[in-house]
Each structure stands twice: as C-alpha cells, then as structure tokens.
C-alpha cells in the first residue's frame, strides 16, 4: 500500500487549514479569517483500504518577531525534513513572486506539488493559467494542482497526485485513530476558533484556551476551559458588560 508523510506548507492565509479539513473530509484544523491562526503541528491520518497519509498542517511562514512565532517556526522547520510529498500551497488571488521567493528558500527534498488554491475566487482563467505555467517553470515544483478548498473542488484530483509520488510501504499508525494529539487539544482549538469568530478584531490572535477538565457522562461531555487573554481590558470584551 501507499504510506507516507504529507506535509503543507504557504504563507499565513493560503488556506492550509482549511485545505487539510478538504482532504480528511473532517475538521481537524480551526480556520479564521485571524493570520497565524495555526499555532502547532497539527498530524492527520487518512486510512484507506490503499493507503494511509498522514497529513501535517504548518503554521503561516513568517519571519519571527515574538517567541511564540520562534515556536511555530520550529514546527515548521521540523516538518521540512519528515516529508515524503510537500504541498506548497499559493492563493490563486495573490501575485505568484510572493509566494515563490518562499517556496524557493525552504530548499525541500521530498517531491513537491504547488496547489494553487482559491481559482473560485479568480475570475479570470488567463490569470490562473499565467500563474500556473509559472510555477511548472520552477525547479522545485514537479507538478502544480489547481482547487479551491473552500468549495471542494480539486481535492480528488490532488490525492491522486498526492499517491502518485507517495512510496510503498507498512502503516505507521494501527487503528482508526485520525489524528496523534489527544482530544482535549482539538476542543481547546474549537474553542479558540469560537472566540475569534465571535470577536473578530477586538482580540489579538495572542489569545489561548486551556482546557481543565474534559469528563464523557452518559448523557454529555462536560468540558471546563479557562480563556486566557493578554490584558484586563480584554476580559471585559469576553465576559461582557459587568
């Protein structure tokens, strides 16, 4: 069977979260509209009869400026060199340099595909296929897949291409777990996900949510949280009036 690690990559905003949910057809990373909203390395496992890839989902390639960007530098970093397949992942919307000049330092071993993500978004065809040839010209890039992830649109065609460079081999996870991080984490991101979509842009992207308890009862699950914000002012946005 086809066994391998598949990692993503592009810069904050590309769609990586939103295109790793597309490809396991589950929720496995939260998505806003907030850059660098994916802080750690998030593994995702597809198991098919043929197959199994486990997918990793990278926070937005920055350059650090804090210690938490050091951090999530560090995950990417450290994804770069367990790849078997890396999907550099560029917005059709934006100009190809932007993201080229970082597709080019990453200097990635593994076979790599450009998913040129967001076409739904563009509506002019010539600009999707002057973007495209582009990045066929580069000498990292062996293939480029065209899709919108939001829409769904090209994710069958990319795992295609996705088993076609994957080696053969025996599964590195047994079961039908979907992911290596425990539960408690998704729910803490859930949550984070809540908030940014509830608050928009009077929180900074900074906010944290530690999860106390997590207990499964015959009839709920009851989950207690704490929401942890940077400044005093900001408990009163979330807490509300009083």
Do not use: W
């Not at 560090?74 to 560029?90: P, Q, W, Y």
């Not at 100009?95 to 000049?101: I, R, V």
């Not at 940014?196 to 842009?201: I, K, N, T």
Request: hydrophobic letters at 40%; proline letters at 4%; glycine letters at 4%.
């Amino acid at each position: 069977m086809k066994v391998g690690f598949v990692n993503i990559f592009g810069k904050p905003n590309a769609g990586k979260s939103t295109l790793l949910n597309a490809l396991m057809g589950e929720k496995m990373a939260i998505v806003s509209h907030k850059v660098q909203t994916t802080r750690h390395r998030i593994k995702a496992i597809l198991n098919n009869d043929d197959c199994q890839i486990i997918f990793s989902d990278t926070p937005g390639i920055i350059d650090p400026k804090y210690k938490l960007h050091e951090k999530m530098m560090a995950a990417v970093k450290g994804s770069l060199e367990d790849a078997d397949v890396a999907l550099l992942i560029a917005d059709a919307r934006e100009p190809a340099d932007s993201s080229h000049e970082i597709f080019k330092s990453l200097k990635l071993k593994a076979p790599v595909l450009v998913v040129l993500n967001k076409v739904d978004a563009v509506k002019d065809d010539a600009t999707i296929l002057r973007t495209k040839t582009f990045f066929e010209e580069q000498s990292y890039c062996k293939e480029v897949v065209v899709i919108s992830a939001l829409k769904k649109t090209g994710i069958d065609e990319l795992l295609q291409r996705i088993l076609f460079y994957l080696p053969e081999g025996h599964p590195f996870y047994e079961g039908d777990d979907i992911s290596d991080l425990p539960t408690k984490f998704f729910v803490s991101e859930l949550i984070r996900e809540k908030v940014y979509q509830l608050y928009q842009e009077e929180l900074p992207y900074h906010t944290a949510v530690l999860v106390r308890e997590y207990k499964e009862k015959t009839t709920l699950i009851k989950i207690s949280a704490d929401i942890i914000v940077q400044r005093d002012t900001q408990k009163g946005i979330i807490l509300g009036e009083k």
